[in-house]
């Protein structure tokens, strides 16, 4: 399976309720990125998480990481519609090919008005 | 307004007839790459370029080619097209490596 993968593939939830979204991934890496994809278009960047933490915070999103288990979870409280989009993990290794940036295969975001 | 421009958005075109997508970028930053978005597989990255001069394969380089002759440029070459390239292609530029991207807008190309 590919490196940073997300899990669930897909998510339908109401509006005003919380979406979470995981990602595995299977080397070692420096950091741990989120992006947001509307449909069609470019990504868009939301967090940035570096290996020697294990949580952080942006508005209402909420990102986790644990390193023993290659795993990150993003949690988006309070959904709006247009919270609508896929949602992409990318890890950066932490050793060699530093420059490669592996994205997962994303889980797309439906939410309910 | 900091960028990344991709050119053309969309394309059609035929099995061996060279093509160039064009990338810029007005953030001065170092890294650039292309990416290509397949449904169920993600986005794969093709090539990356550290900095001017400097390139390297992803995980896709297979059928493409690139070159950094200046810093805000790096264009995507498919010297001899074939339908396997049909997809959705990204630019994207960070300051460094390791850090978060910016993407374009897209390329949509349809090798027929």
């Known amino acids: 399976s590919q490196q940073g993968e997300e899990d669930p593939q897909a998510l339908s939830i109401q509006e005003g309720e919380n979406a979470t979204m995981n990602c595995s991934y299977k080397?070692?890496?420096?950091?741990l990125q989120w992006y947001r994809q509307n449909s069609g278009r470019g990504l868009v960047h939301l967090i940035l998480i570096r290996s020697n933490e294990r949580e952080k915070h942006s508005g209402r999103l909420r990102v986790t990481l644990d390193t023993s288990k290659k795993s990150s979870s993003l949690l988006i409280t309070a959904s709006r519609a247009a919270d609508t989009a896929s949602y992409f993990c990318a890890t950066v290794p932490n050793s060699g090919g530093y420059q490669k940036v592996t994205f997962g295969t994303g889980t797309k975001l439906q939410v309910i008005p | 307004e900091a960028q990344v421009t991709q050119n053309p958005r969309y394309l059609i075109t035929v099995t061996g007839k060279k093509l160039t997508v064009t990338c810029s970028q007005n953030?001065?930053?170092?890294?650039m790459s292309w990416y290509r978005q397949d449904p169920g597989l993600g986005l794969r990255q093709i090539y990356y370029?550290?900095?001017?001069?400097?390139?390297d394969k992803g995980d896709v380089p297979e059928g493409y080619k690139v070159s950094r002759k200046e810093k805000r440029n790096f264009p995507l070459i498919l010297e001899s097209p074939s339908p396997n390239q049909t997809s959705l292609y990204f630019c994207?530029?960070?300051?460094?490596?390791?850090?978060?991207?910016?993407f374009g807008d897209g390329t949509r190309l349809s090798i027929l």
């Open positions: 080397t070692s890496i420096n950091n």
């Open positions: 994207a530029s960070s300051l460094q490596g390791r850090q978060p991207q910016h």
């Open positions: 953030m001065n930053h170092e890294y």
């Open positions: 370029s550290m900095n001017v001069e400097v390139t």
